[in-house]
């Protein structure tokens, strides 16, 4: 049986623009994702598309696969929509580095769907419709993927003879930095403790601290203090991460910017007992298990390239081995919880001094633990961020989130009219009551119209009108024939839109009591994009859905704001008490929960 393709509407504007970096280490790596930005605008100014931007650029975004790509991901479910003319790439490469995902693009994705392909480059255009553009395109993915192949090949040549060497990769252990040489050595990188509680970046070339009473905290001196505290074995990683953090030290993450110290962050120093000595083993660092490693005492020697003394490093190997061998009593391992709110929920506090030192990597999410056998969302460790609770029992946060999904549902009968408020704020057309309403205004609007192009036609064969009149009057009609038209494809695409929402609601709801935990937790996930918890109140204080459900969001806070259903205010729970902490953000995406409720 023949492929059926989808019908696609006569006019199509909206381009996918797709952005990829392969690594960014810091800011001055952005110069080829604005050079890609500026080639895409240029075909899109040129073709009279309307871009709408993916990029992936944060960290490292290969393109031999896809689960490390979020962007490409919500890319390809876009695909589908009517409105898609084409998908736009500065060249090959940037979509995929192997020959055959590019291949499987092109015939299951894009030619089904009559969406073009378009390479944005210079002298990169291919008409992948002819047989010809086929080929030369599939000899381009080949050739890319090859060319992905012998990079991976001569990199992991010259990791192994680094390591031969005694040279690290990869990012230099915190609190150092490396030689000309290439070998470790300690760093001069610090921060600032300033009088306000916050960090400023700077080194110890610095004589003058930036303001009056700041304090020199040196990263170097910060992993030499974690690993004094970790070599007397007085105390845990937790524990060391909060006296770390009431000294005043910083650490610096990925980005090299100051942060307060984790739990984490004293593992990492703690573990990093071998690379502060001189030692490499190969393979990774952090596959490296303590128990396995064997007795400290005959791995640590005198390299001659040791940043840290010796003796504190033989310290730190010995705790860390007894430590590992501390087994779990026999019949008490623990059975992995699937958490329904897990990596999904933020705490409040964090996210307040995110944006209050315009960090994102200071928000914190909240994570389950068992303790003691009772389950829990746990703050992270380590972390003074306000909050006086570290932790809450499962079930009250859950039953907080089931009388969020709660309110988010909707009576089908106001369905009707969030269509209209949709098409009324994309076009700006009065409300129409019902959908017979709508129907019969579309009707009468379009007969008019034909009227008004039939009068004209019978006075310009009378001669009382020229022919340039006419033309000009014929046109005018049938763009508001056109306009009508148009009104009623976006009433039914609207229509399907906010349907799905409502149905996936409403259903969420229904099943909510008789599902498991791993049903929860994917319902969760499906619709939610963060949650936003206020530990001390136990309160959720903000929250975000998914993009695909953002407009529904929005017309629900419309409609109740007109004054469409008054009766949901009058039965307000307690959840709706927004905290001072919940932040107003972009009516578009970003709703506390007085806003969604009124």
Not at 43 to 57: H, I, K, L, S
Not at 195 to 217: K, L, Y
Request: charged share 30%.
């Amino acid at each position: 049986m023949p492929h059926q393709q989808k019908k696609r509407p006569t006019t199509r504007h909206v381009a996918l623009c797709y952005i990829r970096q392969s690594f960014t280490r810091d800011a001055s790596d952005t110069n080829s994702p604005e050079r890609q930005r500026a080639n895409i605008q240029t075909v899109c100014d040129r073709e009279g598309w309307t871009p709408e931007w993916y990029m992936d650029a944060e960290g490292h975004k290969s393109g031999r696969d896809e689960q490390n790509r979020p962007e490409w991901l919500r890319l390809k479910e876009r695909l589908s929509d009517p409105d898609v003319v084409a998908l736009v790439a500065n060249d090959m490469s940037r979509t995929h580095r192997k020959a055959w995902r590019v291949g499987r693009m092109v015939d299951e994705l894009l030619e089904p769907q009559e969406i073009r392909l378009v390479l944005a480059a210079p002298g990169r255009e291919i008409d992948t419709s002819t047989p010809m553009g086929r080929m030369l395109l599939m000899m381009i993915a080949m050739q890319d993927e090859g060319y992905a192949n012998d990079i991976s090949q001569r990199t992991k040549d010259a990791i192994k003879h680094r390591k031969r060497q005694g040279k690290t990769v990869g990012l230099p252990p915190f609190g150092t930095t490396r030689n000309k040489d290439g070998y470790l050595i300690p760093s001069t990188n610090g921060a600032w403790l300033l009088p306000s509680g916050q960090f400023m970046v700077g080194t110890t070339a610095e004589t003058m601290p930036p303001v009056e009473g700041a304090v020199w905290r040196g990263y170097y001196d910060c992993a030499r203090r974690m690993l004094e505290l970790y070599a007397e074995n007085r105390m845990g990683r937790e524990r060391i991460a909060y006296e770390m953090n009431d000294e005043g030290w910083a650490f610096r993450d990925r980005k090299r910017r100051p942060r307060p110290i984790r739990r984490a962050d004293v593992r990492r120093v703690t573990s990093n007992w071998r690379e502060y000595a001189g030692i490499v083993t190969q393979g990774r660092a952090k596959d490296q298990v303590a128990s396995q490693i064997g007795d400290p005492s005959e791995i640590l020697h005198d390299t001659g390239r040791a940043v840290f003394p010796l003796e504190l490093l033989q310290r730190v190997a010995t705790v860390q081995e007894k430590r590992s061998q501390v087994k779990r009593p026999r019949g008490s391992v623990k059975v992995a919880y699937p958490y329904v709110l897990g990596r999904l929920i933020f705490c409040a506090y964090c996210e307040q001094m995110a944006r209050k030192h315009d960090n994102p990597d200071l928000r914190t999410r909240l994570s389950g633990v068992d303790q003691y056998g009772k389950l829990r969302y746990r703050h992270v460790t380590g972390v003074k961020c306000g909050c006086n609770r570290r932790s809450v029992f499962t079930h009250i946060i859950e039953d907080e989130f089931r009388l969020l999904i709660d309110q988010l549902t909707l009576d089908p009968k106001a369905l009707d009219l969030m269509v209209e408020l949709a098409v009324q704020s994309e076009h700006g057309m009065a409300m129409a009551d019902t959908k017979e309403d709508l129907e019969k205004q579309k009707q009468e609007a379009i007969a008019k119209c034909q009227r008004r192009i039939e009068a004209a036609k019978m006075v310009y064969l009378d001669g009382d009108m020229s022919r340039a009149e006419y033309i000009s009057v014929k046109e005018q009609n049938e763009r508001e024939i056109a306009h009508w038209q148009t009104r009623t494809a976006e009433t039914e695409k609207a229509a399907v839109e906010l349907q799905m929402c409502l149905n996936a609601i409403n259903q969420m709801v229904r099943l909510w009591d008789q599902s498991t935990e791993e049903d929860r937790q994917n319902m969760a996930h499906m619709l939610f994009e963060y949650i936003t918890y206020d530990l001390d109140k136990q309160q959720i204080v903000d929250f975000r859905l998914k993009a695909w459900a953002d407009r529904y969001l929005v017309l629900r806070s419309d409609l109740y704001g007109d004054g469409s259903e008054g009766t949901e205010n009058e039965n307000r729970s307690s959840l709706n008490e927004t905290s001072d902490l919940c932040p107003i953000g972009d009516s578009n995406s970003c709703f506390c929960l007085e806003r969604a409720a009124s």
